[in-house]
């Protein structure tokens, strides 16, 4: 057991912010699931356990009433780490995974992380929104609430569609399917099942949806509107200390920084060309390479 504990923690100090949201994610499952067992092993009433759920659940999940908002504000938060249903967690991590991976190859992680964070904002804004205003939730609003981090990996989902939109995946029994169909369709059925029994989960979908989008159209624009929250997170490192020690002898160049888009736009490229290398040393061997290709071969691995 303490092995495993020392995996768990090494995976999270040193994986990347997509590993580390899904262990959040399942250790919140597994801390609410096993007080539950608890409360069920130690007391002789289920309506009694039902009720003690019902309540934690209650305070990190984020109401629609707006009142209750009032009380427990951190439901904003905790709501977008809160399962309680193992398919529910399951899905939404492999999504998650799925999607920040690729969400990865072009971006980076404190985006992804400020995208998760707003995109759960945004569905829970939608929500409330929703929930306030329209009658069809006139007689729910006083108790409802909505937990899962659906919205939040809309808007990883939906921000990644929109910027590489003929990005391939391989869905099982159909074969390769364009991220921009995937993006449409999932938001055509969130909108098509809003009248079903979890309306508010996916109006929230489409709340972290439409965040994603915007996200990403500003991103295009070279505007990164997510700064805010993962500079919270990945403070900047200030240039005092580097003023502080100037040489005054020493005279230093620097090469204009390249923008996110062809900084990201080049990672591409070298991941391209050496995932070909790669492929070739697997058909044929190391020494069928060229001169030029084990060159290249050294400088990506030295980087690395």
């Known amino acids: 057991m303490n092995n495993l504990w020392n995996e768990i ?14 262990i959040v994610n399942v250790a919140v499952f597994v801390i609410v699931n096993i007080v539950h067992v608890l409360l069920f092993l130690f007391s002789p009433n289920i309506d009694a356990v039902a009720a003690i759920m019902d309540e934690v659940l209650g305070w990190l999940a984020v109401p629609s009433a707006v009142g209750d908002l009032a009380t427990r504000p951190w439901t904003v938060f905790t709501y977008m780490f809160l399962h309680k249903e193992f398919f529910h967690v399951l ?3 492999l999504w998650l995974y799925w999607f920040g991976r690729i969400f990865l190859m072009y971006i980076d992680q404190k985006k992804l992380l400020g995208v998760y964070l707003l995109g759960g904002l945004s569905g829970a804004g939608l929500y409330m929104l929703a929930y ?11 108790y409802s609430i909505m937990l899962g981090a659906s919205a939040s990996v809309m808007a990883v989902v939906i921000a990644i569609s929109f910027y590489v939109p003929d990005y391939s995946i391989n869905l099982l029994f159909v074969g390769p399917v364009k991220l921009k169909y995937i993006a449409v369709l999932t938001i055509v059925l969130d909108f098509l099942m809003i009248a079903s029994s979890n309306a508010g989960g996916h109006i929230s979908h ?6 994603g989008y915007v996200f990403i159209m500003q991103y295009k624009k070279q505007k990164d509107i997510t700064k805010w929250v ?7 490192k200030s240039s005092t200390n580097r003023k502080k020690y100037k040489n005054p002898h020493m005279h230093v160049s620097y090469k204009k920084p390249k923008t996110d888009m062809e900084y990201n736009k080049q990672k591409v490229e070298e991941r391209e060309l050496l995932d070909g290398i790669l492929d070739k040393i697997a058909r044929s061997g190391y020494e069928s390479l060229s001169a030029k290709e084990k060159e290249i071969l050294f400088k990506m691995s030295s980087k690395r």
């Open 206 to 211: 489409l709340g972290g949806a439409l965040f």
């Open 132 to 142: 306030n205003i329209f009658p069809a939730f006139a007689e729910y609003v006083s």
């Open 91 to 93: 899905f939404n991590m």
């Open 9 to 22: 923690k090494r995976l999270y100090s040193n994986g990347e912010i997509v590993t580390r949201l899904i």
């Open 230 to 236: 993962w500079g919270m997170f990945y403070p900047q």
